[in-house]
């Protein structure tokens, strides 16, 4: 099992940056596959990005050149590099621990407890 805390979420203006960080803590986080997604207000949650263990990743097609997931094994902490944020990007973000990169949600079983990211136009 992983423990997970988001931080770093806050208030943007459209075309700024922010980065969202996810501390874990237990003995499988360097094993584990990490995931980000986000739910907006009346909206599904949705997948952001992903990555292994081993540093591949995967994105959305939304956000695909925009944002960069990363993550420091040493740390035990996961990053999302957001950039030229756009007011449609505004959800509470979560970051998720599971075996592989999934866009399932179901496919994670450790979730945070999101952080508030908000564009303003």
């Known amino acids: 099992q992983v423990q997970l805390v988001e931080s770093g979420g806050g208030l943007v203006q459209a075309g700024g940056s922010l980065r969202v960080s996810c501390a874990a803590s237990?003995?499988?986080?360097?094993?584990?596959?990490m995931g980000w997604f986000r739910q907006a207000p009346g909206k599904e949650r949705e997948f952001v990005a992903a990555?292994?263990?081993?540093?591949?990743?995967y994105y959305a097609d939304s956000v695909k050149g925009r944002f960069t997931i990363s993550r420091d094994n040493t740390k035990n902490t996961v990053y999302l590099q957001m950039n030229r944020l756009k007011p449609e990007d505004t959800a509470v973000y979560y970051c998720?621990?599971?075996?592989?990169?999934?866009?399932?949600?179901?496919?994670?079983?450790?979730w945070g407890q999101g952080t508030q990211v908000t564009v303003s136009s």
């Open positions: 990555i292994t263990w081993g540093g591949h990743t």
């Open positions: 237990g003995r499988t986080f360097s094993s584990s596959a």
């Open positions: 998720a621990a599971g075996p592989r990169p999934d866009a399932w949600e179901g496919g994670y079983a450790d």
